[in-house]
């Protein structure tokens, strides 16, 4: 999984509804914001923070308290998977000092990945932060910032053991009609290249009939999206010797009343079967989305990455996805650079890619991260990988913009997510994604009604943008606009 599936809104922290003048009541133990860094799991781990903050009396902030910097506590829920999101998180916890410097009694908290992974380290480096937490530590947070207050030193707890799933937390969705439920923690695969295992430990599974009782609840709540997720969603059940369990969730979800959509993220290729397949293809709230990282083409490197599969089994899953679902839109995860990658190596990338057809890529170059076995392999020249990343992502962009001019002149059926575009205000726009989870802007009719959060709108895509649609119908021209609530 990785931040680049979302967009900025979508990844957003939540802020508390605006309050005129709030009392000094209303702050509870104090003001808090939770500041994001990295994917899908963490902002989902980030609700969970919310709501064990919100439980112990803490209150969430509005956004004019946010901008005035009128906080009592912040926590920024931190990346390990690139090298990138630590220098974002040191360069941001650097300018909260200055926050703290005017306000003495403001407290700050480092959780997620890194603080899994550089625990010492990060209370070592930022004296002026309060608390340190695990991935597994989430629901000690307040008891580590009440110790820090007593003691006037930070509090350090990260524990290598899961205890229990984070989802027996309480939770403030940033979303009440799309919500993450995650199915699994952890990682049983030992890729070259990726941190996960050591941050979010062992796969564990959750009880299927927990995840189902969950998503009930959500929708009960008023959810009408919601999206599976864990490190490796199609591996779900295998610890209980269940292989066809994640299969059997799928099918589970389609019979639940009022769930309009789902989605997971992300499986693995190696475990990808045909009946998951099936499943995706004969659930009709089952969405053709699907998220499929091939990493690279080249079978020398994919065996140096400790990737199960070769490129031509990739494609052969792709192929019978496609004959299943022709309407499925398949992203992708490319490294470029990996310790060893030569041109020939790289050019077999370029091919899978060009037959493949992804909708999109999210290409990264290689970050080396320290306790990785490839962290100790020789490195490419940074020019040389530049030069290769350059080239691989102007083909991709050729392809998703040919695969989005598809889209022109057909109906797509969108639900309005209440994250809106930076010119939606201005053009008379709502946001939304479409089925195959495509980013959509419609302008609304003069004349015809204004959709709300999850409503969906079934509407004529008059233009493909090079990442997004754009949906300006006229109904007089016999283009469609219709709102379903």
Known sequence: MNEEM?????????LAESTVDPAPAARGKGVFYVHTLGCQM???DSERIAGVLEEAGYVPATEEQYLDHDIDLIVMNTCAVRENAAERMYGTIGL???MKRERPNLQIAVGGCMAQLDREKIARKTPWVDAVFGTKNIGALPQLLEQARIEGHAQVKVQEDLNYFPSQLPTDRASKVSSWVAISVGCNNTCTFCIVPTTRGKEHDRRPGDILAE?????????KEVT???QNVNSFGYGIGDRFAFFKLLRACGEIEGLERVRFTSPHPAAFTDDVIAAMAETPNVMHQLHFPLQSGSDRILRAMRRSYRSAKFLDILRKIREAMP???ISTDIIVGFPGETEEDFQETMRVVEEARFSSAFTFIYSPRPGTPAADMEQLPRDVVQDRFDRLVALQERITEENLK????????VMVTGTPGKKDAATHRVTGREKTGVLVHIGVPEGEPMPQVGDFVTATVTHAGRHNLIADPDPKAGQTYAVRH
């Open 6 to 14: 979302m967009t900025e809104a979508e990844r957003a922290s939540k």
């Open 42 to 44: 963490n902002v989902h």
């Open 96 to 98: 909260w000092a200055g």
């Open 215 to 223: 998503i009930r609840r959500c929708v009960d709540e008023g959810a």
């Open 228 to 230: 599976l997720l864990g």
């Open 327 to 329: 309407d499925a839109q």
């Open 406 to 413: 598809t889209f022109e002149g057909r109906d797509v059926e």
